[in-house]
């Protein structure tokens, strides 16, 4: 199941892609957009009306067991399936199939006449494109915001692996914000105090020397006391 991070953040490269926003938006009846359906209408989570509310678009959903209305709006999902996957089945990496998609759109699925309006998709599409919204300027953050402990030692925990913190926050409860693009930030009392880059479990420890500093200090300090009578001798022979 896709969660709500990943359907705001696959609507709006939608958007981007097309260079524009629509002035509606169909769902179905996801638990990231849709809460419940009632006699006075449809009850969408608050997250999606913030998304909605952002780009300026009326959100919609499908009526629930109504297979017209749901087929159409899954029917992409399966043209996708059995057309691009069907071609290309193997990838060097997320990057290299955004860019084969990105190619198979233009040169392929775009070309297509659609069954339904008997139209090329580009052409109908160069024709529709001035409704669109403009984009705003500022982008929706779609990214995860969860909250963390960090241990004595100035670590935290995060999908797998663990990253330092500063010094002046160990023990305490900070929020950490992980966005698609691997960034990930630790927040303290509303301000950003540490970045670092995600890491594969494989890749070690996510260590800023600077963080711990001070507890390095802390652990390699010697204890200093008086000697005493014997350990003087001691020193001398």
């Keep these: 199941m896709v969660d709500a991070e990943h359907t705001y953040e696959s609507l709006i490269r939608a958007f981007e892609w097309f260079g ?49 209305t749901k087929g159409k709006d899954e029917r992409m999902v399966s043209y996708l399936k059995h057309h691009f996957f069907v071609r290309y089945r193997a990838f060097e990496s997320w990057a290299h199939l955004q860019q084969l998609a990105e190619q198979w759109l233009r040169e392929d699925a775009d070309q297509r006449v659609q069954s339904t309006v008997q139209e090329v998709v580009a052409t109908r599409f160069a024709r529709e494109a001035p409704r669109l919204q403009p984009l705003r300027p500022e982008r929706f953050d779609t990214a995860y915001w969860e909250s963390r402990q960090v241990a004595w030692d100035g670590f935290i925990d995060v999908r797998g692996n663990r990253y330092t913190v500063p010094d002046p926050y160990r023990g305490q409860t900070v929020r950490i914000r992980l966005d698609f693009e691997g960034q990930l930030q630790i927040y303290a009392d509303g301000q950003c105090v540490a970045t670092h880059r995600l890491r594969a479990t494989t890749a070690g420890w996510g260590v800023d020397p600077a963080h711990q500093a001070r507890l390095w200090a802390e652990t390699l300090c010697v204890e200093q006391r008086p000697l005493t009578a014997y350990e003087e001798v001691g020193s001398w022979n």
Excluded: I, M, W
Excluded at 39 to 46: A, D, N
Excluded at 50 to 66: E, I, N, S, V
């Design 20 to 68: 524009g926003v629509p002035l509606e938006v169909l769902v179905d009846n996801q638990k990231a957009a849709v809460l419940t359906h009632r006699p006075s209408g449809v009850v969408f989570t608050p997250r999606f009306l913030d998304l909605a509310g952002h780009y300026g678009f009326t959100p919609r959903a499908c009526k629930p067991y109504r297979a017209r």
